[in-house]
């Protein structure tokens, strides 16, 4: 009897699933056939019986994808690890998307009515695929501090699973390979996956020409903003920083207006964290750094149509604007060029050691009206003795919140803090509410300093809001560490003395 009960409620979520890719349009009426076929071929079931019940609301995709899932590690169709579960999920949901060559056809029909519908489709797609996983997304916690400076965006993410013991055990004996050569390549593409390799069987890229070269459009899989896209090139190369940068970033927004792009500095520390493909990050998304005023203009005479500016930001911020991409992309090169070979000792900022070159950007753009924007951030991951990290990185004092790398998303004002932080801040609130308490040591200091100032203003304000804005000050001072020039009398006159620089070349 309990057999027929399980073999009941397998069917039901077999139709369950199919109903809803059919509701998401995933799939079209004379389809449903076939994919029903296709998961039940997946799940070794030979035969498929409908009894027509009236099943009531239908589970989502995702809730109905993890029963189907522990169905086939119950019946040992896969093994009960992280990496077939997920392997297997990508695979069901394989049979309910259009190949590569369909998706693009529907992307640029679209594309013809407006960019923001092409868009719209694909990152719909990706959602409903199941390559974007927003129930684990939905996880994270995320808000926003309000600063001289407009509101930082705050995340801790809770969005990657955690692997189990016996996951992790299979991916220490796993043998190496090197396909894909890495996580960005468009060998990933309906990839489906294996241990140490996330699953890719539900992956699509949209094909791009850029200034003549072969890109590929993507969503990140666990998106930080909206609409959080990936462009990265066709050949697996290192990032590269250079005028050829800029004319992409411009072509990308000028075919996408509604987007922004920007890249992650090519440099150990600065950059970003896949340094071996070369590959940019956008999305329909405007932060903080994005609606920030300008602090002052200057003028550069080679380009009379580029408006200069230094944005008010706690990184070091130069801001072009023009209607003109080509002017854009030669003032760009011009202050990329200045500052590989920039030194001013007394700010720390060395261009390089030996043959070890220090100095870089992290460049954005985007398009405002008839204008297109190009910000130029300037960067420097020199080292020393008191900073071993990074002398412009997050300092000590600030690594009990933030110790990674300050990359492009963090640059433009959004923290992605780690996990941990979601029990530690409680420990946190707990010390200065004066109760029982397991702080992490690392927190301690930090925990009796905002204890002292939250019993001055207790009637004012709620513990949790008390402790998220401490926690976005914190960010704060990561980004004031990371600017070249600090934002001081000092800092700002040694500001004045680049850009005077540039001007005279």
Not at 2 to 10: A, N, T
Not at 419 to 425: D, I
Request: a negative charge; glycine letters at 4%.
């Amino acid at each position: 009897m309990l057999q027929i009960e399980v073999k009941k409620l397998i069917n039901q979520w077999v139709q369950q699933l199919i109903n809803q890719a059919f509701a998401a349009h995933l799939i079209e009426q004379e389809d449903v056939i076939y994919a029903r076929n296709q998961v039940l071929s997946l799940l070794r079931l030979a035969e498929f019986i409908d009894e027509n019940e009236d099943r009531g609301n239908d589970d989502n995709i995702p809730d109905l994808l993890e029963k189907i899932v522990d169905y086939a590690c119950a019946h040992r169709i896969i093994e009960d690890v992280f990496d077939e579960k997920e392997i297997f999920s990508s695979k069901l949901m394989n049979v309910l998307i259009a190949r590569p060559s369909a998706v693009n056809q529907i992307f640029y029909d679209k594309y013809e009515q407006s960019p923001v519908s092409a868009t719209e489709y694909f990152y719909e797609l990706s959602k409903n695929s199941q390559y974007i996983h927003m129930k684990r997304i939905r996880q994270n916690i995320e808000y926003k501090v309000d600063t001289e400076y407009g509101e930082l965006d705050i995340t801790i993410n809770l969005s990657k699973p955690e692997k189990d013991p016996k996951s992790i055990e299979l991916e220490q004996m796993a043998r190496n390979m090197n396909y894909p050569k890495c996580l960005l390549c468009i060998e990933n593409e309906g990839y489906a996956g294996r241990i140490g390799h996330p699953a890719r069987s539900n992956h699509r890229m949209i094909r791009l020409n850029l200034h003549g070269d072969s890109w590929y459009l993507q969503f990140s899989p666990y998106v930080y903003y909206q609409e959080h896209c990936i462009v990265l090139s066709e050949k697996h190369t290192d990032m590269v920083i250079s005028a050829e940068t800029f004319l992409r970033l411009l072509t990308f927004v000028e075919k996408f207006p509604h987007y922004f792009l920007g890249s992650n500095a090519e440099l150990p520390i600065v950059g970003g964290s896949i340094l071996s493909h070369e590959h940019y990050q956008g999305g329909h998304y405007e932060f903080a750094m994005a609606k920030a005023d300008s602090e002052w203009t200057f003028e550069l005479a080679r380009f009379p149509d580029v408006e200069c500016s230094i944005v008010k930001w706690p990184m070091s911020v130069i801001r072009l604007r023009s209607k003109q991409i080509q002017s854009l992309v030669e003032a760009g090169a011009q202050f990329l060029e200045k500052w590989r070979n920039y030194s001013d000792e007394a700010l720390e900022i060395i261009a390089r050691t030996d043959e070890i070159p220090h100095n870089t950007i992290t460049p954005i753009a985007r398009k405002k009206g008839s204008f297109f924007e190009l910000d130029v951030v300037l960067r420097n991951n020199r080292t020393n003795e008191d900073h071993p990290l990074g002398i412009f990185h997050p300092h000590e004092d600030v690594h009990h919140i933030k110790k990674e790398n300050i990359g492009l998303i963090e640059v433009m004002g959004l923290a992605v803090l780690p996990a941990r932080l979601k029990e530690e801040l409680e420990e946190v609130k707990k010390y200065i509410l004066g109760e029982v308490h397991m702080v992490a040591d690392y927190h301690i200091a930090w925990a009796e300093e905002l204890k002292g100032g939250y019993q001055s203003i207790a009637s004012e304000a709620d513990i949790d809001s008390f402790v998220s804005k401490e926690v976005g000050k914190k960010f704060l001072k990561a980004l004031e560490d990371a600017a070249v020039f600090k934002r001081d009398e000092e800092g700002r006159e040694g500001f004045q003395r680049f850009i005077s620089a540039c001007q005279s070349d």
